[in-house]
């Protein structure tokens, strides 16, 4: 635990109204020694500390800022278990840490946002009973808070929640209060840094961009009036975008899980237009990425495009327990795919994920 007095005492001595040489006075020392403590380049002797804290009415803890640290060390156990509930999937898991987190300290923004997040996201969208309680969190935060990110994500979340409940208005409302395409922090921060920095910060543009991309690219195949074919289009769009950072055959990090679900459903249109052998083809992608997620390990990628960037799986959360191969077995069931089951490739592709799987749900 860290124990910084310099900015406190230097907070209260100003909030008090009283000089460095009144403060010096009281304690019977010089003012250049009240100096170099509020530099951070001395530390007052701790027979002193009792005279301060009563000088400015508070207790030794708060001089020092120990009661500070201890809330940020309990905010960050408090963070560090919700991500490893999240990182295995088990969501309500998550909810609950984050919901004791508020309770506990109800001032304290960033937990709103977290909260806020992980009620939404927790399960792929947020259902109507949680509603409430997210616009709340999202509407204060937007109040209070001038954390330009936190006030993003509360924007984010709003306009798709209101969405969800069928209040286009609203909805609309909250959109309009986003940035737009050409003013974003990475794509200022990368014209400002230079050096690795500049390569990292450049890296990581591109890489979002292309991201975002693909999610464009899959809003696209959720129209009611695309044809099987219009969405297998567009899914390869958002499959290319997702890969054309990358070298062949590198292992794509955290984009597997997403190349692997479009590829799978890109399989499930294939066999319903009855195009078998486009539908194992893009089967056996599905799951040779749907296995490569579950290997992955930390370490920088290999391509030029995004070699300064590095791999993190342990950052890595989900809304469902199990892993991608276990997601695509139990998706095999479609019908879309019983004419396709006694194909040997289909008993070979079945095997292989549940090799990987973490569940090893039966697919039928």
């Known amino acids: 635990m860290d124990i910084n007095m310099k900015e406190k005492l230097r907070e209260m001595r100003q909030k008090k109204n009283v000089t460095q040489e009144t403060l010096a006075n009281y304690l019977g020392i010089t003012p250049q020694s009240v100096g170099k403590w509020e530099r951070g380049e001395g530390f007052p002797d701790i027979t002193l500390l009792p005279?301060?804290?009563?000088?400015?009415?508070v207790t030794v803890d708060e001089l020092l800022g120990v009661e500070k640290a201890r809330i940020e060390e309990k905010i960050a156990e408090y963070d560090r278990e919700a991500h490893e509930y999240l990182h295995v999937g088990k969501v309500s898991d998550a909810i609950a840490v984050r919901e004791r987190?508020?309770?506990e300290f109800p001032n304290d923004l960033g937990?709103?946002?977290s909260l806020m997040h992980d009620l939404y996201f927790g399960n792929g969208g947020a259902p109507k009973e949680r509603a409430e309680r997210i616009i709340e969190l999202g509407e204060r935060i937007l109040n209070e808070s001038r954390v330009t990110s936190?006030?993003?994500?509360a924007v984010q979340i709003l306009t798709y929640v209101y969405k969800d409940l069928g209040d286009r208005e609203t909805a609309l409302k909250y959109a309009d209060m986003g940035g737009n395409m050409y003013v974003t922090s990475y794509d200022l921060r990368s014209c400002v840094l230079d050096g690795e920095d500049g390569i990292r910060c450049t890296q990581s543009y591109i890489q979002n961009l292309l991201l975002l991309v693909s999610f464009s690219a899959r809003r696209l195949t959720q129209q009611t009036d695309m044809t099987p074919e219009d969405r297998i289009k567009a899914l390869e769009f958002s499959v290319d975008a997702r890969l054309l950072p990358f070298d062949e055959d590198e292992n794509i990090g955290?984009?597997?899980?997403?190349?692997?679900q479009d590829l799978f459903e890109i399989a499930y249109n294939c066999a319903r237009l009855g195009k078998y052998e486009e539908s194992f083809d893009a089967l056996e992608r599905a799951a040779k990425y749907a296995i490569d997620s579950t290997m992955r390990v930390r370490r920088k990628f290999k391509s030029f495009m995004v070699n300064r960037i590095e791999d993190d799986p342990g950052s890595f959360t989900k809304n469902y327990e199990g892993n991608e191969c276990d997601l695509r077995l139990n998706a095999l069931r479609a019908d879309a795919f019983d004419p396709?089951?006694?194909d040997e490739r289909f008993a070979r592709i079945k095997a292989k994920l549940m090799a990987h799987a973490g569940l090893a749900l039966c697919s039928g």
């Not at 005279?51 to 009415?57: E, H, N, Q, R, T």
């Not at 936190?150 to 994500?153: D, I």
């Not at 955290?254 to 692997?260: E, F, L, M, N």
């Open 51 to 57: 005279a301060i804290a009563l000088y400015f009415g």
């Open 101 to 103: 987190a508020y309770r």
């Open 111 to 113: 937990i709103a946002e």
């Open 150 to 153: 936190r006030r993003e994500s």
């Open 254 to 260: 955290d984009a597997a899980p997403g190349v692997s």
């Open 340 to 342: 396709m089951r006694n």
